[in-house]
């Protein structure tokens, strides 16, 4: 017997017949023996169809009353799930977050999970009962709802699965776990039996939308088995209900991981945008000032690099933010340029970022070298590079996106059994 949290997104249960095959997975681990808490999303489009009200209700609208709105989204498919399931003989409750409770910080809209205290959940489990949770929500210090954000439910999953301390945590959502890379854009992409926490959070951090950052830092954290599987798999199938070897792809520590390949994986972000400062004084602080000024207004700073002068008193900066932050970033750093004393401001949208990533490349030289001789065999430029211990970042124009990721896919083996 083992305990298991499930975690079914929105395009599972976007409706009622899905809603049955969920309660069919559910059913699957409870008549294994299993104790079972489901944490679920809003049916498909329902969020943003609540979130429009709300801002046609009033584009100013209180967060505070924006959270009670969208959270009823989860509501509604936890109870549905529940109904479904006691249908089919399971028994079954379902809970809001705060009946939990799920605490969280007060930033209504995008709030942090503080603490959830096992001891509800573990009771209901000793009874028999499969807890279905309304996902993306908790209590706040206000004592009123609060939402999580994007990517809220896998975040909740995560967190109970910490708190009652399960044997795993199943995200369920429409692909059938993590590949190499897009199998949209390289066909030869293939699943991947494990991969670990840092790669995870890694390839989630450079594009990979599998999951969201949060949910893999949290399971990282606390160390919480995470596989992801498809919930559109027949909940019957051989191997489904395998407690050892599930259908999908598992995150774990590195240590689980037995043959370690030099590259696990090549993600992308597109609309990447390159700004450069020209000819910037070179003294102590300019960076802070240029940096603190575009993170105070919320605009997310990726590659940088700095390039300095023969005589060291003049440096060029240049940087990425999403193509959607330009205009934002161009602003903040035309109010800074008397205190900056840049020359000029460059920016140049459309780009690309194409990442490496593999926890076998600490041991092992020549990596980055592979990759960049790679795509200058197919006159691939490359704007900017960053590395850390487990991952390679190349900028490049972003129409050849797709012909840098299947170079590279290809040129580590990725494509090959």
Known sequence: MARIV????????ADIARIRNVAR????????????????????????????WAREASPMHDAREYDAVVASGEQVTAGLLAITLQNMGVHARSWQGWQIPIKTDNAHGAARILDID?????????????????GFQGIGPDNRIATLGRGGSDTSAVAIAAAVKADRCDIYTDVDGVYTTDPR?????????????????????LGAKVLQVRSVELAMVHRVRTFVRSSFDDPDAPGMGDLLNPLGTLICDEEEIVEQQVVTGIAYAKDEAQISLRRVGDRPGVAAGIFGPLAEANINVDMIVQNISEDGKLTDMTFTVPSGDVDKALAVLERLKASIGYDVVQSEAGMSKVS??????????????????????????????????IKISILIDGPYTELAVRTLHSVYGLDKQ
Request: hydrophobic share 50%.
């Open 6 to 13: 499930m975690k079914f997104g929105g395009t599972s249960v």
């Open 25 to 52: 997975h559910v059913k699957r681990e409870v008549d294994a023996g299993h104790e079972v808490a489901v944490v679920v999303s809003a049916m498909a489009g329902k969020t943003n169809e609540l979130v429009g």
């Open 118 to 134: 096992g001891a509800f959940l573990i009771k209901r489990f000793g009874e028999g009962q499969v807890a279905v949770i309304a």
């Open 185 to 205: 854009i390289e066909p030869k992409a293939r699943r991947l039996a494990k991969i670990s926490f840092e790669e995870m959070l890694e390839m989630a951090s």
């Open 356 to 389: 490496v990533i593999g926890i076998g490349m600490r041991s092992h030289a020549g990596v980055a070298a592979t990759a960049f001789k790679a795509l200058a065999d197919r006159s691939i430029n490359i704007r900017a590079i960053t590395t850390s211990e």
